[in-house]
């Protein structure tokens, strides 16, 4: 079974500077997926980045990346230059890889609070 | 403007009431998933349909009953339902169920607010 740990229940940063989130998870397979879904007031949740444990590269969106590392199993979300639209939970997740989506494990999320 | 549609947006119902939660995809998508989404706690996955028939069920009480009539469409219907119920309901589609690999994410719908009385 996998475990997604969110430490951090809430965060805040101020406007224009950098946060990260925090994730650990807990698996005993090799191939894998991780991912960071966000959901603002608007309730909707939007996959924000995506990382198939497989690459060594750390994945990049615009202003947000992660910091993978696989043999601590920490997967964080660093957000530059945070924006107010910026403001939302955040929810790391991980599935096995070539596994179903109805195998996808969420943690229980960071809020963030982004301060003008 | 989301791909996926839920309706109503909050409901408020009696214990012994009936009602339905309804969710549409624009996306072309063939699976579709009913999450409940409660304070300080994971997301809980309670149904899958793929290609309209249902392929998983993770021991979700018989008061909530999914409905999925075609690819686009699915349904929650709810009765005698209890007020630990009160929750967040999403509901979520994918191209295919992930088998494959990861390429396969949720696009969720804005989610109706439950509150059991």
């Known amino acids: 079974a996998q475990t997604v740990t969110q430490s951090q229940p809430e965060m805040s940063v101020q406007e224009a500077e950098t946060v990260t989130l925090s994730c650990t998870y807990d698996?005993?397979?090799?191939?894998?997926?991780l991912f960071w879904y966000k959901q603002p007031p608007s309730r909707q949740m939007i996959l924000v980045i995506r990382q198939e444990a497989y690459k060594q590269q750390n994945a990049t969106e615009n202003r947000f990346s992660v910091n993978f590392q696989k043999a601590a199993k920490s997967f964080s979300l660093k957000i530059s230059d945070s924006q107010l639209g910026d403001a939302a939970m955040y929810f790391c997740a991980s599935k096995v890889g070539g596994g179903s989506n109805y195998k996808l494990t969420f943690g229980k999320g960071t809020l963030l609070t982004v301060n003008p | 403007e989301t791909g996926v549609t839920q309706t109503p947006r909050h409901l408020v119902m009696g214990m012994t009431n009936k009602k339905s939660l309804k969710c549409e995809q624009h996306l072309g998508h063939n699976a579709m998933y009913w999450y409940k989404q409660s304070a300080k706690k994971p997301l809980e996955l309670m149904f899958v349909y793929s290609l309209e028939e249902r392929v998983e069920n993770n021991s979700v009480p018989s008061r909530f009953s999914p409905e999925c009539p075609n690819s686009s469409h699915l349904f929650l219907h709810l009765h005698t339902l209890q007020p630990e119920d009160s929750a967040l309901y999403l509901c979520?589609?994918?191209?295919?169920?992930?088998?494959?690999?990861?390429?396969?994410?949720?696009?969720f719908g804005n989610g109706t607010r439950l509150t059991v009385t």
């Open positions: 698996t005993s397979e090799s191939d894998y997926y």
């Open positions: 979520a589609s994918s191209r295919g169920t992930g088998e494959y690999g990861g390429n396969s994410p949720l696009h």
